[in-house]
């Protein structure tokens, strides 16, 4: 388990909690100019970050890094509160992803949704935005 934690508090208490784990005390901006593994490697990843207070060009920087570190087929699962998708279409379209809405709750307030970000799959190399 790699976990990636800004607050240094919180990242000491991960690491007595997940001593297995690696632990990277640093903003998520960082990961653009960091290779976890050699290639990309990371079956899914898991985010609380609330996107909806980060810029659109910080958002996209994080996004493009944690896919450049996911193997294909792999997905980002992102918990965030309420009830709407916290990426804009636009910025989904320029990165190639797509949403889906896995789970939500109404017992959490606001309530709590969980959304799978993942690559979109295309046929060869037709691409139906373009046509």
């Not at 388990?1 to 632990?23: G, H, N, V």
């Not at 450049?68 to 699962?77: H, I, T």
């Not at 992102?78 to 279409?89: E, I």
């Amino acid at each position: 388990m790699t976990l990636i934690e800004s607050d240094s508090d919180f990242a000491a208490l991960l690491t007595r909690r997940f001593p297995a784990a690696r632990i990277f005390e640093m903003d998520a901006v960082g990961l653009r100019h960091l290779s976890l593994f050699h290639r990309p490697a990371i079956g899914a990843a898991v985010s609380g970050l609330p996107f909806r207070l980060i810029s659109p060009r910080r958002t996209f920087a994080i996004l493009e890094a944690v896919f450049a570190n996911l193997r294909p087929g792999a997905a980002l699962y992102q918990f965030t509160l309420g009830l709407r998708c916290p990426f804009d279409q636009s910025l989904l379209d320029r990165l190639d992803l797509g949403v889906t809405r896995v789970g939500h709750t109404f017992r959490n307030f606001p309530p709590a949704t969980v959304y799978r970000i993942a690559r979109l799959k295309t046929s060869g190399t037709y691409d139906w935005r373009i046509a």
